[in-house]
């Protein structure tokens, strides 16, 4: 079974700053990681994959995450955050054939 | 519109009530997922159905039953409701060709009273 941590469940941040929102997760097979952003009273949306390939995925709003195999983290990055950025962000894992398994959740809240 | 539906977006029952929860999936995806979310719990997978048929089981209550019907949509009937049933329920919908793209309807929020 997999099992996926964030570290942290706030993190704020001042806008035009960097951010860090860390995931570690535990698996005893290779997997899939995502990132999921859900905004208020809306349901989750895709922000990122890595499925294989390169370890450093990013996303069109400058997002972006590195895999890291021997770490087992996927943090998720961004340079300059924007006030729409406030939201609930995700990771999850899955396998090849198993269900999709998130972490608990970090709000990120950007402030002005 | 992420081309999940689902039905009704807010529902509110007292305690002991049976509610069904209705979702839609995109079309042409065959998989659907049922998740819940609460302040406790976070987002916990509650069952998934492919094609009609029950593919894989999470923490599901007894109390709790889903069906996919022919054509495709989904009903989460959640009965004997309790106070720690009030969530957020989502459903997802997943393609043959993209397995791991889960597309999410945008939630029901039930409140037991």
């Known amino acids: 079974a997999q099992s996926v941590t964030q570290l942290d469940s706030q993190v704020p941040v001042f806008e035009e700053a960097p951010v860090e929102l860390r995931c570690n997760y535990s698996s005893s097979v290779s997997v899939y990681l995502f990132w999921y952003v859900q905004y208020p009273n809306q349901g989750l949306q895709l922000l990122l994959k890595y499925l294989s390939g390169s370890t450093l995925v990013e996303s069109i709003n400058g997002f972006e995450a590195e895999f890291n195999k021997s770490q087992t983290s996927f943090h998720l990055r961004k340079p300059s955050v924007h006030i729409s950025d406030t939201a609930e962000y995700f990771c999850a894992v899955r396998t090849s054939y198993g269900k999709l398994t998130f972490g608990q959740g970090t709000i990120l809240t950007v402030h002005p | 519109d992420s081309g999940v539906t689902q039905t009704p977006k807010h529902l509110i029952t007292a305690t002991g009530q049976r509610v069904t929860l209705r979702c839609s999936p995109r079309s042409g995806d065959l998989s659907v997922y049922w998740y819940q979310q609460s302040l406790d719990q976070g987002l916990q997978f509650l069952i998934q159905?492919?094609?009609?048929?029950?593919?894989a089981k999470g923490n599901i209550l007894e109390r709790f039953s889903a069906q996919q019907f022919p054509d495709l949509h989904s009903e989460l009937n959640l009965s004997s409701l309790e106070l720690g049933d009030s969530a957020l329920y989502f459903c997802?919908?997943?393609?043959?060709?993209?397995?791991?793209?889960?597309?999410f309807g945008s939630g029901t929020r039930l409140t037991v009273v």
């Open positions: 159905y492919y094609n009609g048929e029950e593919r």
């Open positions: 997802a919908s997943s393609s043959d060709r993209a397995t791991w793209s889960y597309t």
